[in-house]
């Protein structure tokens, strides 16, 4: 009965182990596909953005090599900031030409001009900020793209951009979820074959009802060698021989 009961609690925390293991791929999956296949360069499912965090310059709030997940916002809502929101824009941070996405906390109030919102932002690395001299970033509300809702994952940055290379999704998805299709198959051929089996007869049965037919057919064979009794028996004996008349032949003497 333990040995029973080992095997049916085994059998369920492989089943939860492997079910966890199918859920994560599938966000993996999900995460990577939107990284990929964003018009606009922004990963995002619907409106919730998908960031990696790509420097320190906001440590203790986030850390490099995060995800952070924001809120992409209406051009209504691009002007409705306010201050201590930590927004997502783009920025030439290396001086290439080429903007990059950044994410920055208002630290004071916004200054509003005619239809448009300034927003004075800056990281939350104070000794960074310090070394680097004022780093404040000006920023347009036109240049908001979204604003963090305060869910990260911490170092999970460094396992998406592994995945979006051909090497990581082979190794970290793709040939896992084979080797669990393949697991998943031999169980389910074990079990059928289990299932099957049950029921046929077994090879002490099977020789138990064999003789049990043979002692069968022997005795009907023995009532058919059976002879009948009656006149049959009587007529087998020699019939008995009439008595000579003594009396007649004592009489011609």
Request: charged content about 35%; overall charge neutral; proline content about 1%.
């Given at each position: 009965m333990e040995k029973k009961t080992l095997k049916k609690v085994l059998s369920i925390i492989g089943n939860v182990i492997i079910w966890l293991f199918v859920i994560f791929s599938l966000i993996i999956t999900v995460c990577t596909i939107a990284a990929q296949s964003s018009e606009d360069g922004i990963p995002a499912i619907g409106n919730t953005t998908i960031l990696i965090v790509e420097s320190d310059s906001m440590s203790d709030t986030f850390e490099e090599?995060?995800?952070?997940?924001?809120?992409?916002?209406?051009?209504?809502?691009?002007?409705?900031?306010?201050?201590?929101?930590?927004?997502?824009?783009?920025?030439?941070?290396?001086?290439?030409?080429?903007?990059?996405?950044?994410?920055?906390?208002?630290?004071?109030?916004?200054?509003?001009?005619?239809?448009?919102?300034?927003?004075?932002?800056?990281?939350?690395?104070?000794?960074?900020?310090?070394?680097?001299?004022?780093?404040?970033?000006?920023?347009?509300?036109?240049?908001?793209?979204?604003?963090?809702?305060?869910?990260?994952?911490?170092?999970?940055?460094?396992?998406?951009?592994?995945l979006q290379t051909k090497t990581g999704f082979l190794v970290c998805i793709v040939l896992p979820l084979v080797a669990l299709f393949i697991y998943e198959g031999f169980r389910f051929v074990k079990k059928y074959l289990e299932i099957k089996g049950a029921g046929k007869v077994s090879a002490e049965d099977e020789e138990r009802i064999r003789k049990e037919a043979v002692e069968e057919y022997l005795r009907s064979k023995e009532g058919e060698n059976v002879e009948p009794s009656g006149e049959a028996e009587a007529s087998d004996e020699p019939a008995a021989e009439p008595e000579n008349n003594a009396s007649k032949d004592g009489g011609e003497e």
């Open positions: 090599g995060d995800v952070i997940l924001g809120k992409k916002l209406s051009s209504e809502e691009q002007k409705s900031l306010k201050k201590d929101d930590i927004i997502t824009f783009k920025s030439d941070l290396d001086g290439d030409g080429k903007d990059e996405l950044n994410s920055h906390r208002i630290f004071k109030e916004p200054v509003k001009e005619g239809n448009t919102v300034t927003y004075f932002t800056r990281g939350d690395n104070e000794k960074k900020r310090l070394a680097a001299g004022d780093t404040t970033e000006i920023v347009d509300s036109s240049e908001v793209i979204c604003k963090y809702t305060h869910v990260r994952l911490a170092g999970a940055g460094k396992v998406l951009k592994f």
